[in-house]
Antibody, heavy 127, light 110 residues
Framework: QVHLVQSGGGVVQPGRSLRLSCAVSGFTFSSYGIHWVRQAPGKGLEWVAGISYDGSSEYYVDIVRGRFTISRDTSKNTLYLQMNSLRAEDTAVYYC????????????????????WGQGTLVTVSS | QSVLTQPPSASGTPGQRVTISCSGSSSNIGNNNVNWYQQLPGAAPKLLIYSSNQRPSGVPDRFSGSKSGTSASLAINGLQSEDEADYYCAAWDDSLDGAVFGGGTQLTVL
């Protein structure tokens, strides 16, 4: 059974940092790329970042590039999203999601075909 | 303003066929796979269609997808009350080097 269990959300002041975690089980973590997708309150889905199965490629939406860092720890079967210099507009429910295709060619992740999702974690940026 | 354009709402009666459109450009839909997600209230998104017209196992064949040029569409045949949800299209954008979603379509079953 594939599971993605998220943790690390909460309330944080503008300008501060927060790290989200996504612990996976039920599949070979090192074979799959992972995405982060967020949803602001009452708004639509927004893709935030993605990392290839081997960690060789990282992708970010422009508005978080340079502030957010996606990483993975194969020894812990865990994906992270380090979020620095947080802004009010980063307030959202954040989801991690597994790429459906294992071992993508050349380690690229140029598709948002995500078949399993975490439960979501709320990040609120407010003073 | 989303990169992919969807109608904000759609509706139909039980048993009807409903289609939801998704319009993009050559840098996203025109050159890449389109995926569709269903999001029920308070839940995480669920993959409904991948690679423009493929259904994951467990998704009823009432749901189908198609793509032509820089546009895609999701069709739901035999509409059921449990289909009431938000639907999103998504694709990779080569110019942005990232994924993009449509703004979402709220489907109401009358």
């Amino acid at each position: 059974q594939v599971h993605l269990v998220q943790s690390g959300g909460g309330v944080v002041q503008p300008g501060r940092s927060l790290r989200l975690s996504c612990a996976v089980s039920g599949f070979t973590f090192s074979s799959y790329g992972i995405h982060w997708v967020r949803q602001a309150p009452g708004k639509g889905l927004e893709w935030v970042a993605g990392i290839s199965y081997d960690g060789s490629s990282e992708y970010y939406v422009d508005i978080v590039r340079g502030r957010f860092t996606i990483s993975r720890d194969t020894s812990k079967n865990t994906l992270y999203l380090q979020m620095n210099s947080l802004r009010a507009e980063d307030t959202a429910v954040y989801y991690c999601a597994r790429d459906a295709v294992p071992l993508r060619f050349y380690g690229v992740l140029t598709d948002l075909n995500a078949d399993y999702w975490g439960q979501g974690t709320l990040v609120t940026v407010s003073s | 303003q989303s990169v992919l354009t969807q109608p904000p709402s759609a509706s139909g009666t039980p048993g009807q066929r409903v289609t939801i459109s998704c319009s993009g450009s050559s840098s996203n839909i025109g050159n890449n796979n389109v995926n569709w997600y269903q999001q029920l209230p308070g839940a995480a998104p669920k993959l409904l269609i991948y690679s423009s017209n493929q259904r994951p196992s467990g998704v009823p064949d009432r749901f189908s997808g198609s793509k032509s040029g820089t546009s895609a569409s999701l069709a739901i045949n035999g509409l059921q009350s449990e289909d009431e949800a938000d639907y999103y299209c998504a694709a990779w954008d080569d110019s942005l080097d990232g994924a993009v979603f449509g703004g979402g379509t709220q489907l109401t079953v009358l």
